[in-house]
């Protein structure tokens, strides 16, 4: 089975803080994606990555860059974290192609 | 502009009866749709989907209809149990570009016992 792991369930941290959301996949898949769900907002996507050291912006990608070094491996960073950011952060990976997206458990973000 | 819409954000069904949630959505270009289900404090986890080719996809419990001219897509729940209460959320890609995959605000299924 395919685990997408997420380095914190729960964060809390002050605004101006930078913040690092680490995501780690297990099954060698090509695409990783950044979203963040908000009551009523569904899922939006933040960034997305198709190689190592590739990425591109998402529907939402201002206040946050990303980092993908290694293939399994997936980072979200805001650099200047303000409230609202607080949110729910959800990392998910997939092969190549029109195939299911794996989704991590989700980190809430909460910054005060 | 929200290319996926669910426009019903909560719905409640009786243990045993059928559920059946709704998308809409603007791109005639998406041609593959998926449905995804989320427990609160987790992950969405994939539940079926369906390529723009078929009509119907079923899979146990679970049917997805497409109605391409009327571009419009639903879940049936049948029969629904207290434990697929969860938010339902649609999601639709084009085949042809990114693979990007554009997600609905989902759906608050409550089943009762």
């Known amino acids: 089975d395919v685990k997408v792991t997420q380095s914190s369930r729960y964060l809390v941290k002050r605004t101006g803080e930078k913040v690092f959301l680490e995501c780690v996949q297990d099954?060698?898949?090509?695409?990783m994606f950044w979203y963040r769900q908000d009551p009523g907002l569904g899922l939006r996507l933040i960034y997305f990555?198709?190689?190592?050291?590739?990425?591109e912006k998402g529907d939402i990608p201002e206040g946050y860059s990303v980092s993908r070094e290694k293939k399994e491996r997936f980072s979200l960073i805001l650099e200047s974290a303000s409230t609202n950011q607080t949110s729910m952060y959800l990392c998910?990976?997939?092969?190549?192609?029109?195939?299911?997206?794996?989704f991590g458990p989700g980190t809430r973000l909460t910054v005060l | 502009d929200q290319q996926v819409k669910q426009n019903s954000p909560s719905l409640s069904v009786q243990e045993g009866r059928i559920s059946i949630l709704n998308c809409d959505y603007t791109?005639?270009?998406?041609?593959?749709f998926l449905w995804y289900k989320k427990y609160p404090a987790e992950g969405p986890t994939f539940l079926i989907s369906?390529?723009?080719?078929?009509d119907k996809n079923e899979d146990g419990r679970f049917t997805v209809f497409l109605n391409k001219s009327a571009k419009h897509l639903s879940l049936h729940i049948v029969p629904s149990q207290p434990g697929d209460s969860a938010v339902y959320f649609c999601a639709a890609l084009t085949t042809s570009g990114t693979y990007k995959y554009i997600f609905g605000t989902g759906t608050r299924l409550k089943v009762l016992a």
């Open positions: 099954m060698d898949h090509e695409n």
């Open positions: 990555s198709y190689d190592v050291k590739m990425k």
């Open positions: 791109n005639s270009m998406f041609d593959y």
């Open positions: 369906i390529s723009s080719i078929k």
């Open positions: 998910a990976s997939r092969e190549g192609g029109p195939n299911e997206q794996f």
